[in-house]
């Protein structure tokens, strides 16, 4: 079946621009995540979503990050005022969260760069 | 909250030979740890993973070992090929509510 997608694969902005940024997880997948991945760098975990229950947002950098996600689908990254520092790819990543199954399976990212 | 070592940072090994990369964790409440591949300019893939209720898994040339009491896991890849060459990053969490906690990953480079 059809993996989880993301759009734009690429986002170049001025700085100081907001910028959205999609996930579409894969279909039956009730949790969904967002991480950071600066060049060269590992996965930072951004916020967390799991069904109709409230995000966990304890990794967001800052107020000028937010995120949404309606019921179990698609969910938009929302950065404001973008910074250069905010240059980075997005990934999302969903999970079935049946029973014992944790496995996150990743889109291809969003490739930001604020120039 | 939690934090992952991920060490070395770069491997670098002849092909055929066995490679290891070890990782430790803080939160004595994780109890799910998944190794991901990633290729350059790919998404990171899951190749295997482990639960705490085991101390090791093996996958054909890979394998995951974990000690719970030292708050540690490793990856051993036997008969390393050209195509293992990548990044590896190890992860942990409490799985349920919490995402994964990463580590900063291991270039690992085959020499023909």
Same mark, same amino acid.
Not at chain 1, 51 to 63: F, H, I, T
């Given at each position: 079946g059809a993996g989880v997608s993301q759009s734009p694969s690429n986002k170049v902005t001025e700085k100081g621009k907001d910028v959205e940024l999609r996930c579409d997880p894969i279909s039956g997948h009730t949790a969904l995540y967002w991480y950071r991945q600066r060049l060269g760098q590992g996965l930072e975990f951004l916020i967390y979503f799991q #069904?109709? =229950?409230?995000? $966990?947002? =304890? #990794?967001?950098? =800052? $107020?000028r990050f937010s995120a949404e996600r309606t019921g179990e689908s698609v969910s938009t990254l929302t950065i404001q005022r973008t910074q250069q520092e905010d240059s980075a790819v997005y990934l999302c990543a969903s999970s079935s969260k049946t029973g014992t199954a944790y496995e996150q399976y990743f889109g291809p990212g969003t490739r930001l760069t604020v120039t | 909250g939690e934090n992952v070592e991920q060490h070395p940072s770069t491997l670098s090994v002849q092909e055929g030979d066995s490679a290891v990369i070890k990782c430790t964790y803080s939160d004595s409440a994780s109890n799910y740890f998944p190794w991901y591949k990633q290729e350059l300019g790919k998404r990171p893939q899951l190749i295997i993973d482990i639960r705490s209720n085991v101390g090791e898994k093996k996958d054909q040339r890979i394998a995951v070992t974990l000690n719970k009491t030292a708050k540690h896991f490793s990856l051993h890849i036997t008969e390393t090929q050209p195509e293992d060459s990548a990044v590896y990053f190890c992860a942990a969490s409490r799985g349920g509510a919490d995402g994964l906690t990463f580590g900063k990953g291991t270039h690992l480079i085959i020499q023909p």
């Open positions: #069904g109709n =229950s409230a995000p $966990d947002k =304890s #990794g967001l950098p =800052s $107020d | -």
